[in-house]
């Protein structure tokens, strides 16, 4: 008998993490919590779509009805609200930082004093509670910062204001209009960094670390990096900005003096651990910490991992990451997301999904929003799909996926035609 393990999630990152743990030999079946239609189609996963992944007492429940070997936590409120702890607690092998360690994404300010107080390069900063004090602040700066919410505020808590006076406003939309709720309770006033953004995830067993290969992202919604700021419409390795001396550079710069500092503090980091970067004239500097694989870099990363995806959960959960060695094919992978006509901004009717069983087979595609609906596929808003093709070059790589998300069809689906490939271009 082989292992049976719990994935908690809904999203193309989970769908990837299912997927690849399916191809494990060790793993025999995989339960999904709640999961999508995506993941209910994969042989071998079964979906608990009763469970919602922000339920703590239903998830621990479930592992426990289902007899799991291990616990894997994919999104970030239920590992910043405890769920790993629970889980621990309750016997179980989880994958996922404790709540106190996902502090580091579940507090800026937090965040930011960790950073300070380690050494580890990133942009000044101040934290308010009173918006006048804040207001006042603002007033005594010569260059205008970037304006965030401390808590949790799915994606939305980030405002690069090009103004004083938008800056202002955003003071004041989250400390007296209180716009983000409890997760701004306090804001955060940064020194606005420029360069070029680039995220580096690690695989961390507490001590040890695993990097993962660079996964760049295209945020912006509209061909060109224009449009609104999005989780993510597309994604691609090899990066030319992520080569092997930066992700060097970052290990231990920024890696390294986090996992030493958290276990110094008696709250080793388990789990992945996402640094977003600014590569400035002085070096990279970190935007932010996640506490989680990044969406849609999961979908890119997952295929290209040659090690068993469960070896190397389980080496992180039991301290053995440094004994393991976690091989990478030496290939590309594009991954080219598609969301509903109201995304980012509001939510879209259902539509059904054509042409799905039409994409080639040497594509992957990943579910997120979608559900099914009298036993047809429908997208049920945000980012629907993601189709992923793994070739020997980057310019094969994004061929073959915009030639995956071609043949699929949805009323009001939107998709950007150039994931990667002016990289690509530049590159053969
Ligand atoms: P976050 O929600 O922390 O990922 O921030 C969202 C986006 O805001 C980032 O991806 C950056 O593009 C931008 N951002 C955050 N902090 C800064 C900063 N200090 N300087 C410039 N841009 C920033
Ligand atoms: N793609 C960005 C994120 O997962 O946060």
């Known amino acids: 008998m082989g292992e049976r393990i719990l994935v908690v999630g809904s999203g193309g990152r989970e769908h990837a993490l299912v997927w690849g743990l399916l191809r494990s030999t060790r793993v025999d079946q995989v339960i999904a919590a709640p999961g999508n239609p995506g993941m209910a189609g994969e042989p071998g996963c079964l979906c608990a779509s009763d469970t919602s992944a922000s339920d703590i007492d239903g998830v621990v429940a479930l592992a426990e009805r289902e007899q799991v070997s291990l616990v894997v936590v994919g999104p970030e409120d239920p590992l910043v609200a405890g769920l790993v702890d629970r889980l621990r607690e309750a016997g179980f092998a989880a994958f996922g930082p404790s709540a106190a360690a996902a502090r580091l994404e579940g507090s800026k300010s937090h965040c930011k004093e960790f950073l300070l107080a380690h050494d580890i390069p990133t942009g000044a900063a101040v934290s308010f509670t009173d918006a006048e004090q804040a207001l006042a602040y603002l007033d005594s700066l010569d260059h205008v910062p970037v304006v965030k919410a401390d808590g949790l505020a799915a994606g939305k808590g980030v405002i690069v204001a090009e103004t004083r006076t938008e800056a202002a406003e955003a003071i004041r939309g989250i400390l007296i209009d209180g716009r983000f709720g409890r997760a701004g309770r306090e804001v955060l006033l940064e020194e606005r960094l420029t360069g070029t953004e680039v995220s580096v995830l690690a695989f961390c067993d507490g001590t040890d670390y695993a990097v993962m290969p660079a996964a760049q992202d295209h945020k912006r919604l509209l061909v060109g990096d224009l449009g609104p700021n999005t989780g993510g419409m597309g994604a691609f390795h090899p990066s030319p900005i992520a080569d092997a001396a930066l992700l060097e550079t970052v290990a231990h710069r920024v890696i390294e003096?986090?996992?030493?500092?958290?276990?110094?503090?008696g709250r080793p980091y388990t789990g992945v651990l996402y640094a977003g970067l600014m590569l400035t004239d002085a070096g990279p500097k970190?935007?932010?910490?996640?506490?989680?694989?990044?969406?849609?870099?999961?979908?890119?990363?997952?295929?290209l991992l040659e090690t068993d995806l469960y070896d190397?959960?389980?080496?992180?959960?039991?301290?053995?990451?440094?004994?393991?060695?976690?091989?990478?094919?030496?290939?590309?992978?594009?991954?080219?997301v598609s969301a509903s006509g109201g995304y980012p901004t509001s939510s879209s009717p259902p539509a059904p999904i054509s042409g799905l069983e039409d994409v080639p087979d040497e594509c992957i595609v990943f579910h997120a929003g979608t559900e099914l609906r009298d036993g047809a596929i429908h997208a049920s808003g945000g980012r629907v799909l993601a189709v992923t093709a793994m070739k020997p070059t980057l310019a094969e790589a994004a061929e073959?996926?915009?030639?995956?998300?071609a043949v699929i069809?949805?009323?009001?689906?939107q998709h950007r035609s150039d994931i990667a490939r002016e990289t690509a271009q530049v590159r053969t």
Not at 257 to 265: N, V
Not at 286 to 303: A, S
Not at 312 to 336: H, I, K, N, Y
Request: with cysteine; charged share 15%; net charge negative.
């Open 257 to 265: 003096p986090t996992l030493a500092g958290l276990a110094a503090q």
């Open 400 to 405: 073959a996926a915009h030639a995956g998300i």
């Open 286 to 303: 970190v935007i932010e910490f996640n506490c989680r694989f990044g969406d849609p870099e999961t979908q890119v990363v997952i295929p």
């Open 312 to 336: 190397v959960f389980m080496a992180c959960v039991e301290g053995r990451l440094g004994s393991l060695d976690v091989e990478w094919a030496d290939q590309a992978a594009v991954t080219v």
């Open 409 to 413: 069809e949805f009323e009001g689906m």
